[in-house]
């Protein structure tokens, strides 16, 4: 029998996170491939001309695909090295 510990979750619902291409609120997470991803509600910029489709601010990404912007000197220094 094998038995995986998943770690807790880094980031919470509410919580205003940043990643490559944008920013946005973790609106739920769920356990997925031993670990975590989350969605992502990215705020609404102008409605475009043919107006919109329905929830593009929406999206689902991986645990390492977000950081906090309130730990971003660590992560400047991780994209540096």
């Known amino acids: 029998m094998n038995t995986s510990v998943l770690s ?5 619902s509410g919580q205003k996170v940043e990643f490559i291409g944008g920013e946005g609120i ?5 356990p997925q491939s031993g670990s975590w ?4 509600e990215m705020p609404m910029g102008l409605e475009p001309e043919m107006g919109r489709v ?5 999206i689902w990404l991986y645990e390492v695909d977000i950081y906090s912007p309130f730990n971003i ?6 994209l540096k090295s």
């Not at 807790?8 to 919470?12: H, I, L």
């Not at 991803?37 to 992502?40: I, K, M, P, Q």
């Not at 329905?54 to 929406?58: D, F, I, K, Q």
């Open 73 to 78: 000197v660590s992560h400047n220094k991780m």
């Open 8 to 12: 807790k979750p880094k980031f919470r």
């Open 54 to 58: 329905g929830y593009e601010t929406m």
């Open 26 to 30: 973790i609106k739920n997470y769920r």
């Open 37 to 40: 991803v989350y969605l992502l």
